[in-house]
T-cell receptor, first 115, second 113 residues
Framework: ELKVEQNPLFLSMQEGKNYTIYCNYSTTSDRLYWYRQDPGKSLESLFVLLSNGAVKQEGRLMASLDTKARLSTLHITAAVHDLSATYFCAVDTPLIKAAGNKLTFGGGTRVLVKP | EAQVTQNPRYLITVTGKKLTVTCSQNMNHEYMSWYRQDPGLGLRQIYYSMNVEVTDKGDVPEGYKVSRKEKRNFPLILESPSPNQTSLYFC????????????FGPGTRLTVT
């Protein structure tokens, strides 16, 4: 059974400082996605990582994927209040019994950026 | 506008009273899925459907049923809800094999007392 572990589960950030969220997974996959969820809202896609060594950046967020280590990181540079949200990683793996894929999510990291 | 809609958005019900949460998408997607979200556990897949009349269990299917009679609709049925099904539910759709472009619905917050 695929396990996807995020840490930390909660991250209190100070504005202007840098932080990293880690996503470890237990089986082979070269597809991993990051999502953002604001309170009471649905999931918003942030990054799609489709190969080993993939790196994507958008504003203060940068995501990378190391498929050999089965690790993805979401790096936050110079945190600002607007980045307060819950962040999820999700690993894309083939279905066992049918053609197609499924997503397995990490437990989420709740980020709170304080002034 | 491409979207996935769910109804109701909020529901408080009692143990044992059958309920249905509807899900509809307007993108002609073959693949649809239901997830439940619980604190610290992320989203877990309940059921998925590869196309009309093709459904299968996800990771946490106990206590739930689904049907896919039309391509656009994928209702989630709780025949006899119990308090442990209190959760936030999301429907999602995508083109088969392109989960990186999965569209999520707005969510349905269900409370079972």
């Amino acid at each position: 059974e695929l396990k996807v572990e995020q840490n930390p589960l909660f991250l209190s950030m100070q504005e202007g400082k840098n932080y990293t969220i880690y996503c470890n997974y237990s089986t082979t996959s070269d597809r991993l996605y990051w999502y953002r969820q604001d309170p009471g809202k649905s999931l918003e896609s942030l990054f799609v990582l489709l190969s080993n060594g993939a790196v994507k950046q958008e504003g203060r967020l940068m995501a990378s994927l190391d498929t050999k280590a089965r690790l993805s990181t979401l790096h936050i540079t110079a945190a600002v209040h607007d980045l307060s949200a819950t962040y999820f990683c999700a690993v894309d793996t083939p279905l066992i019994k049918a053609a197609g894929n499924k997503l397995t999510f990490g437990g989420g990291t709740r980020v709170l950026v304080k002034p | 506008e491409a979207q996935v809609t769910q109804n109701p958005r909020y529901l408080i019900t009692v143990t044992g009273k059958k309920l249905t949460v509807t899900c509809s998408q307007n993108m002609n997607h073959e693949y649809m899925s239901w997830y439940r979200q619980d604190p610290g556990l992320g989203l877990r897949q309940i059921y998925y459907s590869m196309n009309v009349e093709v459904t299968d269990k996800g990771d946490v299917p106990e206590g739930y049923k689904v049907s896919r009679k039309e391509k656009r609709n994928f209702p989630l049925i709780l025949e006899s809800p119990s308090p442990n099904q209190t959760s936030l539910y999301f429907c999602a759709s995508s083109i088969t094999g392109q989960l990186y472009e999965q569209y999520f619905g707005p969510g349905t917050r269900l409370t079972v007392t």
